[in-house]
């Protein structure tokens, strides 16, 4: 028997609606290269949604047509979000940062009719219009006058196409599941695979992000979207905020430390979200300029493990938490969050600290758990670890246009491996391809890795599994030395021993200058193996003599 | 196109056995009468309900079988709400506090199979055993040995019903719309009107009252259910808590301010919910007593007007925050919430109190408006008030077994006269069916009633609407005096005067000794309008004679 409530889809244009009617004074600032902050507020946005929702119209784009953007975060860009998705198409981020190749896979795949892009990606725009055939129409995101300066001159913008629209749109009562927004993961192996995510899990990702043991984001709060809008969403925060009523900032392209803070001072921001990376440079920044945030008082941090020194600068010199988050494009992505129980208020400071390293505990809604390699569960037990694997409304069942890689199952898995202990706290111990396989066994190589980043003087390092007659593979740290530093092999080597078991013991250790970073600030380890894969361990030798 | 995100269904069993995962020890209490509180965790909780959902299964009961309690708020009734919904059934909450007749009407209308019932109720249940045919067996909420001492030798018992069912069960994947909870509404005209939750309904009302502009559900908080179970779910708090992971705390039968005081403090509770009178009580209770409560930091007032003395005793002497909610047995029920924006920080102490004392702005996710006697939509200027009307996927589409009352626009009238102010507080100024209509034009017995009490000598009064052969209708104050008063009607309509609009004088006031309440505490103008509906005003003479 069904229950009688009303049928209500889940959808963004309630978002949007809903801001605007309770929140319309609410601001949304956008931090331009060039002009003064943009600011607008509830109403405005859906003025402006519903502009673009009438010139999308005009130009004949339909219910699941893909709608892309090139785009840094700005209030354009969330009408775009907001003007295409609300009509039933499709919005489509594209990854500006992405290798060309990839950008034109990626929007061939998508089948984009529609590319709204900055200006600083003019030149992007000028190489991939001749290989991207479906692309009916290349907007800049700008005014007629911008063009000159930007050279843009050939291209129609976006406010003459705003210019004279309607600001009222009636926006169609779509089925929850209809299809919103594209993202596609710059997997480090094979194409980029595309996460098509739907209105449904949008706004479930909202209530869930939201919670009060999640981001607790509130209409108290002053939220800066620091991940980029076209990196999963920007974490779902365009749609979780305004939700709230939270007043949004957005850095437009600059997120060095010193643009950061000024930003937050003068905007009055509580919280914001960002990877490792991004936080290391706001930090360093206070510390040099011997400054304070004054409002900052939480951070949401993911996309690589948080570093133990960055979660004690933030929390213990400047008194901003940090939400130690773990998610994917394919979850939404906020799916885990590294939060203390009440328990473990009488636990040393220490205690809580690698506690808080780990990615954390199941929000409500999704549900986790760790496999072998025979897909057997594995116990929660904070040692045993195997691929993690997720299920829930806001995770992805497949991937665009590759029904294949929908499971019969109906888990998802991260390609992750990590451990869960007694009491749900997951903790990544690699990824899937990273892990190191030596005599049958798993080595984790991001273990290895935090451990040689331990060290004073090594400034970052990367572990990676290289070829071994006899145990398959065996570990070798590739590192950076701090400035100055003097360190060798034997030294650092010897830093590891009583730490790890025996048998983890890394083959060799490689100084270089630079570790190799993909598009989202990721240490690439393809290209890692590419280059040392092949490097002739020590070891070897011992193993043939010995 | 539809998105490619999975389709996992919104359960109460994913609630169920999210608790059970990710707070297995978290604790859950309940008062008893004669015996030491009862301690159980959501480990348990998922142990026992998967008990009930085999028992259930054994006796035959299917999905879409209404299974009843008759129960005060404790552990066996949560048991019961899990195990009945999880496997599909419906968890009908029977309110003992009606009359007879109305529980025999009830129970009838949904056909319930099964009957489970604390033993305070065995007479009751032995009243209504020969007029409920549909119900094949009564089951006591207790032990086989409590059954002597009660006087319920004749039944069997819960335990013994339990006793050897295995702990495991695994839910059924069900349709998120199947139907979950079934509350009567006692109208206080014709018969009681059954709303029947859905899981999809449970689960997202769950999200959004936890919501951190709601109440904020938190890990960290313990929970007491006060408002009682068979009332609107116990305002749908015994899904979010579980689902949050905070502790739980129930007060079996006993609420009075002495009892919840010691409940409160014995066992840290930070949140509960509750209807004025109880908070009255409470409130006395503390006063008389000269005891502070030391853990409590909020309480969800809602039921009917918080009295502005209540708001301030609470808030301001004892550090409790207050949070104002307005919603019905058809809207699961939290709809609006009063809390204040950003920009009212700046505003005086009375300002903040006023706005505070209104029902409050829409939760994300409904939707509300007023609506004049043509159904044309009001405006939100705080002035207009006219027919409250709401939306949103945890709001009645229609009674159960009323095919009828489905509306065809999609919205729910609630029967509640409202305003709707500039930042979208509303405020509720009447039952539709309360207001006086004079002369084409409409006096909302709740303002007049509201200054009535605000008169120091008067301890409770009610404005009805009494025949006027000129005007239609016009206003009586029925009131009672504080003890001792000599207060004269004269009195008390000269203390109107300046506060009201000319012609929404009261046309007459008598003082009685006490006035009729319902079930759930609130006053019963039905009864009151019987009494004293055909009172003679003395303004019917003038208006023959003038
Ligand atoms: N807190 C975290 N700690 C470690 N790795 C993370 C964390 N958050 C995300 N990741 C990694 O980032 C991947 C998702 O990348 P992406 O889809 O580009 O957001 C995950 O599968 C993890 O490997």
Same mark, same amino acid.
């Given at each position: 028997m069904l229950g009688l409530m009303m049928q209500t889809p889940l959808l963004l244009s309630s978002i949007l609606t809903h801001a605007a009617r309770s929140?319309?004074?609410v601001e949304i600032i956008s931090r331009t290269l060039d002009r003064p902050d943009h600011v607008t507020n509830y109403a405005g946005l859906l003025r402006r949604s519903s502009q673009v929702a009438n010139a999308l119209t005009a130009l004949g784009v339909k219910q699941g047509d893909r709608v892309a953007t090139l785009a840094w975060n700005g209030y354009r860009h969330l009408e775009l979000y907001y003007g295409i998705s609300c009509i039933g198409a499709v919005c489509h981020t594209v990854?500006?940062?992405?290798f060309v190749e990839q950008i034109v896979y990626i929007i061939n795949h998508a089948e984009d009719r529609i590319v709204f892009f900055d200006l600083s990606f003019v030149d992007l725009v000028k190489t991939l219009m001749p290989k991207c055939?479906?692309?009916e129409k290349w907007i800049y995101?700008?005014?007629?006058?911008d063009a000159k300066t930007a050279g843009a001159g050939d291209f129609p913008s976006y406010e003459e196409l705003l210019?004279?629209?309607?600001?009222l749109y009636a926006w169609p009562l779509l089925d929850?599941?209809?299809?919103?927004g594209l993202c596609y993961t710059?997997?480090?192996?094979?194409n980029p695979k595309g996460v098509l995510y739907a209105h449904r899990s949008a706004v479930l990702h909202s209530f869930a992000a939201a919670l009060p043991d999640a981001?607790?984001?509130?209409?108290?709060d002053t939220v800066a979207?620091?991940?980029?809008?076209f990196h999963a969403m920007s974490w779902g925060m365009p749609y979780c905020a305004p939700a709230m009523g939270s007043k949004l900032v957005m850095p437009g392209q600059k997120v060095d430390g010193e643009s950061l803070h000024r930003l937050f001072e003068e905007h009055g921001v509580t919280f914001a979200n960002g990877v490792p990376t991004v936080w290391l440079g706001y930090v360093q920044y206070l510390q040099s300029a011997g400054v304070r945030p004054t409002t900052l008082n939480r951070v949401l941090i993911g996309g690589t493990a948080c570093p133990s020194s960055l979660m004690e600068a933030l929390q213990?010199?400047?008194?901003v938490e940090v939400l130690h988050v773990w998610g994917m494009t394919e979850t939404s992505p906020v799916a885990t969050i590294s939060k203390a129980l009440?328990?473990?208020?009488?636990?040393?400071k220490s205690e809580r600290r690698d506690r808080q390293l780990k990615q954390g505990r199941a929000v409500f809604g999704v549900e986790i758990g760790i496999r072998d390699g025979d897909n057997n569960e594995l116990p929660h037990d904070g040692k045993a670890f195997g691929d993690l694997v997720i299920r829930g409304? !806001?995770?992805?069942?497949s991937y665009y246009k590759m029904p294949?890689?929908?499971?019969a199952d109906g !888990?998802?898995?991260?390609g992750d491996v990590a451990t869960i202990d007694e009491e749900g706290y997951m903790q990544i111990t690699d990824r899937s391809k990273d892990v190191i396989k030596s005599g049958g066994e798993w080595i984790s190589s991001i273990e290895l890795e935090n451990l040689a980043m331990a060290h004073?003087?090594?400034?970052e390092a990367a572990v990676i599994g290289v070829k071994h007659p006899k145990w398959d593979e065996r570990p070798l740290v590739v590192a950076v030395r701090r400035k100055g530093s003097k360190l060798t092999p034997a030294e650092l080597l010897a830093f590891y021993d009583g730490k790890?078991?025996? !048998? !983890?013991?890394?083959d060799d250790v490689l100084f270089v200058d630079e570790l190799p970073h993909g598009a989202?600030?990721?240490?690439l380890k393809t290209k890692l193996r590419e280059l040392y894969?092949?490097?002739?361990?020590?070891?070897i030798e011992h193993a043939k003599t010995g």
């Open positions: 929140f319309p004074d990854n500006p940062r992405l055939p479906s692309v995101l700008g005014e007629a006058a210019t004279g629209r309607s600001d929850e599941n209809t299809a919103c710059s997997g480090t192996t094979g981001c607790r984001i509130s209409l108290n979207f620091i991940s980029p809008m213990d010199d400047y008194g009440p328990k473990h208020k009488t636990q040393s409304p !806001w995770i992805a069942r294949e890689s929908e499971r !888990w998802f898995f991260t004073p003087e090594i400034s790890i078991a025996k !048998w !983890w013991m890394p989202t600030g990721k240490l894969g092949d490097h002739v361990l020590p070891t």
